[in-house]
């Protein structure tokens, strides 16, 4: 895609400014990024053979890939803290050189940093409203609650202790005491913490080829190549798309 | 169709369809509530209460539930028979949510909820692409809420696609509320 060249075009002709700057980290994928460009044009090349090298990919693609599987999935996947990271010093630094370049290449590189910072901000964006919907069981739950940084965390208990006050101040301490839960389970199992609908359909398209795969249990295996489209229940897929087998469309 | 859930509005209103009922245990001054007349109820006297009253009532044996007559076995033999025809909104406007939770106590529900579902939604999506005609207008004024909220979805994707293919469907509109 053009944005991602564009991106990595930044930094490939000037590797010098990798060592000798100190804000840049040393993350290994980002020295690599010249050699990126050149492992992605030999990929399309060699396509019809089905090779699957480990193409090294950098903190924009997969921040984008991990945006777009947290648009897609109905609970919440793990926090690309590294990534995330990577982006912003990544963005200081572009920042940073923007001052001493002419007006329009300052606008083009405004621009590329704009992007980035949009994505961030719509991925936070995303997770926080998933937080919100179902906050009380991402924080009881140990699986979701690893998932959460601590930002998120903390951002979770005081929406919870928020809601709490809330529902208590308007109406709840005017019930009798033994009405006053809010984390009950009623009569017919019908629970007062909401859970994230874990068999929603959704869109996948595999990265790796994974082989025979049982989608039901009483149907036979499909074979998952790679690059192949399925639709199916989240809840099918969901340890694929964690080992990043799979990723959500 | 939603999931059962605790806080779903549909759910809530689905639950308080009547079923019959017979009273296991004399009932002194309810007899108001009932169907009105004397204020002391005896015991085998039938009474019309909401699923949800009559649910837990069971569990505590006061009452003896019994099937609701939107599901009898009469009303199972009808609905088999032409799915298309039947007018579900007179029978019981939240016809599937109150088929889903009464399908946890009588086995054969479920089956029939789904016969029935498969068949309508097919009409229901035709419908919805041929637009409004008049005989299609019986068969619309006769759905449930479920259907009728699916009906309306597939009218709004129609007119999303139309948008789409003449590219009108991302252009941004000034508001109506900014008049120049």
């Known amino acids: 895609m053009d944005t991602e060249n564009m991106y990595e075009g930044n930094f490939g002709p000037n590797p010098d400014h990798h060592e000798s700057s ?193 989608f039901e249990a009483s149907e036979d295996p499909i074979a998952m190549k790679r690059n192949n489209v399925f639709i199916t229940r989240y809840s099918i897929i969901c340890n694929l798309l964690e080992d990043g087998k799979v990723e959500l469309l | 169709m939603a999931k059962r859930s605790y806080y779903d509005i549909d759910d809530i209103l689905a639950g308080q369809e009547r079923v019959p009922c017979v009273l296991r245990v004399d009932l002194d001054g309810l007899g108001s509530a009932g169907s009105g007349a004397a204020s002391k109820v005896h015991r085998d006297a039938r009474w019309a209460l909401p699923y949800w009253m009559a649910d837990r009532l069971n569990e505590e044996d006061y009452v003896d539930m019994e099937v609701s007559p939107v599901f009898s076995k009469r009303a199972n033999r009808m609905y088999a028979a032409s799915p298309e025809s039947i007018q579900l909104r007179a029978i019981c406007q939240h016809f599937y949510q109150f088929g889903l939770q009464l399908g946890d106590v009588v086995p054969e529900i479920p089956h029939v909820l789904r016969s029935m579902y498969m068949q309508r939604i097919q009409r229901v999506a035709r419908t919805a692409q041929q637009g409004h005609n008049v005989e299609a207008l019986d068969f619309v004024q006769g759905l449930d809420k479920t259907e009728a909220r699916m009906l309306k979805l597939c009218q709004q994707a129609e007119s999303a696609v139309a948008d789409w293919q003449q590219s009108k469907a991302h252009t941004l509109k000034k508001a109506s509320v900014v008049s120049s």
Request: proline letters at 4%; a negative charge.
């Open chain 1, 22 to 214: 100190t804000a840049v980290p040393a993350s290994s994928q980002k020295t690599q990024l010249s050699d990126a460009m050149e492992v992605e044009d030999n990929r399309s090349a060699e396509e019809d053979e089905e090779d699957e090298e480990d193409v090294m990919e950098d903190d924009f693609s997969m921040l984008m890939r991990a945006w777009t599987n947290e648009r897609s999935a109905p609970d919440i996947l793990e926090y690309e803290g590294a990534t995330i990271e990577n982006l912003m010093e990544l963005v200081d630094f572009q920042l940073q050189k923007m001052k001493s370049q002419p007006a329009l290449v300052a606008n083009i590189l405004k621009m590329d940093v704009d992007r980035v910072k949009y994505l961030v901000r719509s991925y936070l964006r995303t997770r926080l409203s998933k937080i919100e919907q179902h906050a009380r069981h991402y924080v009881n739950e140990p699986t979701y609650s690893e998932r959460l940084s601590q930002n998120e965390l903390d951002y979770a208990k005081g929406f919870i202790g928020l809601e709490e006050k809330h529902v208590r101040k308007s109406f709840l301490d005017q019930l009798p005491p033994h009405l006053r839960t809010v984390d009950e389970v009623s009569g017919e199992g019908l629970e007062m913490v909401t859970k994230p609908d874990l068999d929603s359909a959704v869109f996948c398209r595999v990265r790796s080829t994974v082989g025979e795969f049982q």
